[in-house]
């Protein structure tokens, strides 16, 4: 029995792992699962049984969450209880506490036939060295293959990710903590309480800020043939067309989206950037929704996913965002038009509207990778192939969407609310995947990867724009040509005219110190420094 459930282990490697690196790690990591069971109970088949059980159902998370939130199992579920997903998991699946109780107790039942029949005895001698032995192997393999941003997204490798995450989890906490910042700075930083009145110049304007996913100016790129008015997009109501710099290149939205909301950088969390929205979730109590909240704004999302994605909910929540209109809340099929994100925001804004202003964080998606199939052909019918690379044509078609939806998303709020003020900042939550390879075509991909390493600016250049209806922006100083993507949110306030709170009041000033740079600048320094004061002001909690 007990070789069964080993050569079963050997084929759910094959079945599961894809490469020779993830099977061999998941290897290793049946070893070390099994020998430590072996050192608790000493006999072969509950061993195995036990472990085996452990794998299945790791698997089989694993892959459901892949299922509802793109991503596969890590550390970090263990390490950071979700509600969020916990109870959604209980909503979708409403048989699971059933499904669940059964599992226990079958496994109890299994577990005290094999105590019972298990004659075999293995020395804990021998099973020890063997623990010390794959541990050692483990970190050694998860520190020589680091995990790339883009693995947990496939959906397979779900054992030898989870290890992996488990590595690089332990030992950024051990070495350096959650967040980095100074353990004590000299001043402190005054924080006003949530109900300090707000007295704003003039009307508030309603803020609509939209994240235009994976969007940036092709132009930059040689080459490249665009539409005749496609520099339109990228303007703002003054003319001029302004970089956002994003601190993620080609993929995860959801390090600008932590950018924006909070004001702070995704790379004060070190490896652990990846699971900031997760981290922060409960913790981070600071940022512009919390800001307009205290001028009287009610703070709205209309998320294009799952709200358990990433902890997005309870992430947003803690940063001051009143209601979260999710996909499933919005009836939203699998990638839906931009202009599917704007008519639910007009909507909203119908609504919701009043003696209150409203704050509306509109999130599109029909640009988002792939680019090697046609999306929504019936959407362009008269468009005829601009480049001959057929990605980037349809990544240029995809964008020309985006700018016809968003101009009718502004024509109906002019006709609808004629008396109404709005702000509406735009912006690219980061440049394409495609995008190294288009604005370098000479440099080769180890070139390329070395010089997303390094942070060269031109690889997560993206854009924003200022737009107005019946409101004339109040403060545009903070609006730099090229400005760091955390710095959106104080730019934000000041165009409308909001008095700033100490911290972004302070913020104001590492701004003008730091010619539009954050975390970049003196090498981190501003940034821990800022992370203190808000630790010990209270905003930041729990790290």
Partial sequence: MTAGLHLFVLIRIVQTEIGLFG??????????????????????????????????????????????????????????????????LLSVMPGLRLATGAAVIAGLVVTVVLWRLDRTRIPRLFAAPVVAASLAAIIVLSNAVPEQPHEPFQGVNHVSNFARSTVVSLSELSDSGWLDFDRAVASRMKVLPADDECKPEGKRPHIIMVLDESSFDIRSAPNVKVPADYGRHFASADGKSRTLITEAAGGPTWYTEYNVLTGLSTRSFGRMSFYVTRLAAGRIKRGLPQALRRCGYKTFTLYPAYGAFLSARRFQKSAGIDRMIDAREMGARDVEPDSFYYDKAARLIGKERGEDPLFVFVYTAANHFPWDTRYRPDLTPKWKPLNADSETDEYVRRQSISARDYAAFVAKLKRDYPDEAFLIVRFGDHPPAIAPRLLEPKMTDEQIAQGIMNREPRFFSAYYAIDAINFA??????????????????????????????????????LERCEGLFYPCKDGAEARRFNRLLVDSGVITGF
């Fill in 473 to 510: 922006p109040v403060n545009l100083t903070s609006a730099r040509d090229s400005l760091d993507a955390p710095y959106l949110p104080l730019m934000i306030q000041e165009a409308a005219g909001l008095p700033l709170d100490s911290t972004f009041a302070e913020q104001k000033r590492i």
């Fill in 23 to 88: 099977q061999s790690l998941f290897l290793v990591t049946w070893i070390l699962l099994n020998c430590t069971m072996l050192l608790l109970v000493r006999r072969a088949a509950l061993a195995a049984a036990i472990s085996l059980g452990l794998v299945e159902l790791l698997i089989l998370v694993s892959q459901f969450k892949f299922k509802i939130t793109w991503m596969t199992a890590s550390f970090l579920d263990v390490m950071v209880i979700d509600p969020d997903s916990l109870t959604f």
